[in-house]
């Protein structure tokens, strides 16, 4: 069974951190490009990082950079965003989804239709 799943959510005041953990399940997420995105109410969903996985590539929304970083675990199937400064419009559900690296393109990383799959999500909320 295909599944992915986040974790490391919560409440945190501006400035803090968080370490949101994407576990893949049932398949091998070392053949899969791996985004995260967020969603606050009333938004579109955006995406807010990806791992090609193929070579290595790493990208960011402009909003981001600088403070979040992404890596991946293949040993342990999971894909990581660590999430350092944060600030109150960081507020979102955080979700991460994938496509298979054939069907990775740079250009398009942030597009949410491009991903077959999708976890949950966890909620992030960055409030004093």
């Known amino acids: 069974q295909v599944q992915l799943v986040e974790s490391g959510g919560g409440l945190v005041q501006p400035g803090g951190s968080l370490r949101l953990s994407c576990k893949a399940s049932g398949f091998t997420l070392d053949y899969y490009a791996v985004g995260w995105f967020r969603q606050a109410p009333g938004k579109e969903r955006e995406g807010v990082s990806c791992t090609s996985g193929s070579d290595g590539s790493t990208y960011y929304a402009d909003s981001v950079a600088g403070r979040f970083a992404i890596s991946r675990d293949n040993a342990k199937n999971t894909v990581t965003l660590q999430m350092n400064s944060l600030k109150p419009e960081d507020t979102a559900v955080y979700y991460c989804?994938?496509?298979?690296?054939?069907?990775?393109?740079?250009?398009?990383?942030?597009?949410?239709?491009?991903?077959?799959?999708w976890g949950l999500g966890t909620q992030v909320t960055v409030s004093s």
């Open positions: 989804a994938i496509v298979p690296r054939l069907r990775f393109s740079r250009s398009t990383w942030r597009s949410a239709g491009r991903y077959d799959y």
